[in-house]
């Protein structure tokens, strides 16, 4: 995450997700990347990496570059500057300084589960 902006993420058999924005798409293709589908539609933005097209980790290192670079080069998103991490049920997350190794208790449907608090910060490069 860069800000409030996916950068890369991974996914589904260690491939990665690498947004590449509508001006980088053409390249991402011709370097062995496919559009990102999901059930219902094509994302314009964003690329599959499979993982067998990292011949080193310069390749990675590239895709996460670009990723990042053009995360960083969107505008905020509207709303608060800075958005408040939460849990999976909408309680706060402690981050930085307030974290700490021990867990915090979010409820679930099937009564208390732990879970370990998380940092949102941002991707430096």
Known sequence: MVGDH??????DENSLLVRVGK??????LARSARRMETDSRTMNRFVVVAADRFEDDADLDAWISAGVGVATSLPPKGGSPQRT?????GSPVATGAL???????TPTRTGISPIRPYDSGTIVS
Do not use: I, K
């Not at 996916?6 to 996914?11: E, I, S």
């Not at 001006?23 to 991402?28: E, H, K, N, S, Y």
């Open 99 to 105: 974290q700490s190794s021990t867990t915090a208790a």
């Open 6 to 11: 996916t950068a890369v993420t991974l996914g």
């Open 85 to 89: 991490p939460t849990g999976p049920y």
């Open 23 to 28: 001006d980088g798409m053409d390249v991402a």
